[in-house]
């Protein structure tokens, strides 16, 4: 029996809420931490210590899938989950992000997006159906519609004219997706910094009775002062019975600051980058593994971890490895970094089903202030 994708939620302290999204391929416990999976791999990872992490669903990004290998191509060898050996869900983003930041020549149409290849400088045409069909050929169990994502600072009317065609491309999107009971379409929330045009966006797209909503056009470089505004605006527009996702958040305080406005969904490609540039994330706060200090220091990262990137190995070596350029001291720092994130995350759900959630929040503070 297929199962249908609903969410429900189990617990709720203040604005945080602990839930479950339910998807054709399994349960998503929420919050959740999405690890990045661009191209197919999340980087310097197995699929199955992501699933040992803890982590329940993946993102996979249609701009780099429809380039390399071809969307076509990884429909006939089965589909992502198949390709890629993750049987969870995956959501897959809808390109137009990586279409807006990364395309050199583009041009936006009524129709879509028209932009070149940084592989080999071919020509593409990126409507909201064809993210849909591409979408569809990766099987992704969660799609995001195309949405116009405009960069900041940016006048009034451009940021409501991209709104807008947002807005009309998300209803493209919809009839394009059809009825798949057990998949989703995702709406996003689309506005800039201009808290009238967020709010016209969110109740148009609630008007729409999509699956799910994320809020888009954040973490590009706003204060937080500004993303959590535009939070404090947008969630209680949207559905209390659909589960809302924060695109491309963001730091650990990013989530707990979201989260306790009502966010469900988070994807951050921070953890694996910083891991490869030699900065880990532990619950004493962020180490970096480049500075001199770490050359001698013959302690592990965290000796009360459960990973064993944090308890298994020095300082010392980890420091050796970074500065050598030694592909395995990434390997172990985005580990590192992964399982921190997903310990995080399962600590926040524990909070809110305890209704401790505020303490929580002050605890996990105060130890990234007292430091290693």
């Keep these: 029996m297929i199962k249908t994708f609903h969410y429900r939620k189990i617990a709720q302290d203040g604005y945080a809420r602990r839930g479950e999204i339910i998807t054709g391929r399994g349960c998503v416990r929420t919050p959740a931490f999405m690890p990045v999976g661009t191209a197919g791999t999340v980087k310097a990872m197995y699929m199955d210590q992501i699933r040992e992490l803890g982590a329940d ?55 879509g997006v028209i932009f070149r290849s940084y592989i080999n400088g071919a020509y593409y045409e990126m409507s909201p159906e064809r993210s849909i069909e591409i979408q569809g050929l990766l099987d992704a169990d969660v799609q995001m519609q195309l949405d ?18 947002s807005l009309r491309w998300a209803q493209r999107c919809k009839t394009a997706f059809g009825n798949q009971p057990d998949k989703a379409l995702f709406g996003i929330v689309q506005g800039g910094d201009n808290m009238k045009l967020r709010e016209r966006s969110a109740q148009a797209l609630k008007e729409m009775n999509l699956k799910g909503y994320a809020i888009g056009g954040l973490a590009v470089g706003e204060p937080q002062s500004v993303m959590t505004a535009v939070l404090d605006v947008t969630c209680p527009i949207l559905p209390e019975d659909k589960p809302r996702y924060l695109m491309g958040v963001g730091t650990p305080d ?69 500065k050598s350029d030694e592909s395995l001291g990434g390997m172990l720092l985005t580990w590192n970094n992964l399982f921190y994130y997903q310990q995080l995350m399962q600590g926040i759900r524990d909070a809110i089903e305890e209704g401790c959630y505020a303490d929580f929040c002050a605890e996990t503070r105060a130890l990234w202030a007292q430091g290693r």
């Design 57 to 111: 669903i993946i993102l996979g990004n249609t701009y780099h899938l429809m380039l390399r290998p071809g969307a076509e191509r990884v429909a006939r060898l089965g589909g992502l989950h198949e390709f890629s050996r993750w049987n969870g869900p995956i959501l897959t983003d809808s390109g137009g992000f990586q279409v807006m930041s990364l395309a050199g020549i583009r041009k936006i149409t009524e129709q």
């Design 148 to 165: 116009q994502c405009i960069a900041l600072p940016a006048t009034e009317k451009e940021i409501e004219e991209a709104m807008e065609l």
């Design 254 to 322: 990013d989530i707990l600051q979201s989260v306790a406005r009502g966010v469900d969904m988070f994807d951050c490609v921070m953890p694996t980058r910083a891991g490869r540039h030699g900065l880990a994330f532990t619950r004493f706060g962020r180490i970096n593994l480049r500075n001199a200090r770490y050359a001698e220091d013959p302690h592990p990262l965290d000796p009360q971890s459960l990973c064993p990137a944090a308890n298994d190995y020095s300082c010392a070596y980890l420091h050796h490895l970074i």
